[in-house]
């Protein structure tokens, strides 16, 4: 279990982190969400140990991770622009963090992550030649064949289209439930939190505005920012949505057999 008891984090005078207290199960999928500028990342990086807390405990499985450095803290993130090395092919780039900690992994632990992540066919292309959804799954594998006790993910679907993005999502949920793996992602779209994540931490100006699962805050919205913030966006997506499909009712349930010819071309 991940433990955060009053974090507060303060550059100079300013205030970015306010007494924030915490925990996070093993296993659990858990998005930060927040607008720009709320403390998300920053939240993310004293996680991770790249900054320290100016006041505050973080405890993981009962150990005080407080003042431990990052490289022994056993957590690991992927980055928002993958960070793969553009000279090195997909293979290559997944087993990269195994030079230095060749045990890590077994052969078999290895083959069974490059299938489960449906990179196969690709570990010998060059980064140039994949594709977004291609490198975000490299990164990925390169992250979890080291093992970490916890896997950070800083936006990892915002730069990813459609399907491509719910294909990721639906890796990440498989990885966090089979390695029964603490997973934490910063992101600032709801609609991704609220599908993703078994609980979601909303973040304003620094402090805790509501955490829950998707169900609660969505039936429950603790104050007006969370209405103003989550609940306006996602009915205004329903709203367009609903209308874009109104003039154009499908024939059947089965997905692109519609009524509307442009729906249709696209199937």
């Known amino acids: 279990m991940l433990k955060l008891s009053h974090i507060c984090k303060r550059?100079?005078?300013r205030d970015i982190l306010s007494d924030i207290s915490l925990?996070?199960?093993k296993g659990e999928i858990v998005s930060i969400l927040g607008p720009s500028g709320c403390g998300k990342t920053t939240l993310l990086n004293?996680?991770?140990?790249?900054?320290?807390?100016?006041s505050g405990k973080i405890m993981f499985d009962g150990e005080?991770?407080?003042?431990?450095?990052?490289?022994?803290?056993?957590f690991n993130i992927v980055f928002q622009d993958f960070a793969?090395?553009?000279?090195?092919?997909?293979?290559?780039?997944?087993?990269?963090?195994?030079?230095?900690?060749?045990?890590?992994?077994?052969?078999?632990?290895?083959e069974e992550l490059i299938d489960l992540l449906g990179l196969r066919k690709h570990l010998t292309?060059?980064?140039?030649?994949?594709?977004?959804?291609?490198?975000?799954?490299?990164?990925?594998?390169?992250?979890?064949?080291?093992?970490?006790?916890?896997?950070?993910?800083?936006?990892?679907l915002s730069a990813l289209?459609?399907?491509?993005?719910?294909?990721?999502?639906?890796?990440?949920?498989?990885?966090?439930?089979?390695?029964?793996?603490?997973?934490?992602?910063?992101?600032h779209d709801p609609e991704e939190a609220l599908t993703l994540s078994d609980r979601v931490l909303?973040?304003?100006?620094?402090?805790?505005?509501?955490?829950?699962?998707?169900?609660?805050?969505?039936?429950?919205?603790?104050?007006?920012?969370?209405?103003?913030?989550?609940?306006?966006?996602?009915?205004?997506?329903r709203s367009n949505i609903l209308k874009l499909f109104s003039d154009c009712p499908p024939k059947s349930q089965a997905f692109g057999d519609s009524a509307c010819e442009p729906f249709a071309a696209v199937s």
């Open 161 to 187: 289209d459609g399907l491509i993005k719910e294909s990721i999502k639906e890796r990440i949920r498989t990885i966090a439930r089979q390695f029964k793996l603490t997973t934490l992602i910063v992101t």
């Open 202 to 237: 909303i973040i304003n100006n620094g402090q805790i505005a509501q955490f829950a699962d998707p169900l609660s805050i969505i039936r429950e919205p603790a104050g007006d920012f969370i209405r103003n913030f989550i609940i306006s966006q996602l009915m205004v997506k």
């Open 23 to 25: 925990s996070i199960r």
């Open 84 to 110: 793969l090395f553009p000279n090195l092919n997909a293979w290559e780039n997944i087993v990269y963090g195994l030079r230095n900690n060749p045990n890590a992994s077994t052969r078999e632990e290895l």
């Open 125 to 156: 292309q060059s980064i140039s030649e994949l594709s977004g959804g291609q490198k975000q799954r490299v990164a990925i594998a390169r992250t979890l064949v080291l093992k970490p006790r916890i896997l950070l993910l800083d936006e990892p």
């Open 11 to 13: 550059y100079g005078d």
């Open 46 to 54: 004293l996680i991770l140990g790249l900054t320290q807390p100016t």
């Open 64 to 74: 005080d991770l407080t003042n431990v450095p990052m490289q022994k803290r056993g």
